[in-house]
């Protein structure tokens, strides 16, 4: 149950990847392909799970949502203006100078619980927060989304640990795994694979999904927790850039910015999509 968003998740999706590539463009900004591949996720979650209310931030019993890789700023921001946090004038101050919506995630802005940027960090935040909430005996569920490339970050692995050891099946850690990281291929720079088995020998539930199926999405976050006393983590394979066609599998995008050529391009592939 949530509060704010009315209407199919994939219309949803749509229009955040429609948001975060005008913003991108106009700020000269960086990562679309980081952002377009969650954008499923991000519409599934916020259009039909989270337990929000875009009327009261600090609502306690909400579902708390960590954007661990926090360079995708843009779509968390165009998806919180979906459902009511954010206005469309907030929107297009996206990275100028003094605004709040900062290239990489603020938590100033409201329905954002923590900053994040630097990877690796999300996971430990989110297991203490799930710790909390289970000591408290508190039913707000808490999620983490994470980068592939930011599995390579030891960080992550101590909180894996950490939260099989403190039974913390409220927390759900949604893995991007769109094969990509700043540097190269996943399977060249630090091969991530079996990452199921990894999860799975460290103590969690998993499930492994098409991350762009809002079916096979919602049938996941609707069956957690997966295993009582167990963290669960979802392996969305995903594809970066997703929904464009020229920025697709290309990992020149999680840098560059379209122009007013290819925004145009992009926009009427988005537009006339179904």
Known sequence: MQFSY???????ARSIRIRSLKMVTRAKSSHIGSCLSIADI?????GQNLLIDSRRPDWTKRDRF??????AASILYAVLS??????????STYCEDGSLLAGHV???VNGIEFS???LGHGLSV??????????????????????????????????????????????IAVVDYNKLQGLGIISEVINLEPLSDKWESFGWAVREVDGHDHRQLLDAFNSIPFEKDKPNVILAH????????????????????????QLKIALDELTNSE
């Open 82 to 91: 979906e459902v009511g946090f954010l206005t469309t004038e907030e929107l």
């Open 238 to 261: 995903t594809t970066k850039g997703k929904g464009v066609s020229f920025m697709e599998g290309r990992l020149e995008w999680h840098y560059k910015s379209p122009n007013s050529n």
């Open 6 to 12: 009315n209407g199919s998740t994939e219309n949803l």
């Open 116 to 118: 994040t940027g630097s």
């Open 126 to 171: 989110g297991c203490g927060v799930a710790l909390v909430g289970k000591r408290d005996k508190k039913s707000f569920k808490t999620y983490v989304l994470l980068s592939d490339g930011e599995m390579d970050e030891g960080s992550n692995w101590e909180a894996i640990l950490f939260a099989a050891q403190h039974k913390l099946d409220n927390l």
């Open 42 to 46: 991000l519409a599934v979650l916020y």
């Open 66 to 71: 960590i954007m661990s890789k926090g360079h």
């Open 106 to 108: 603020n938590h100033y």
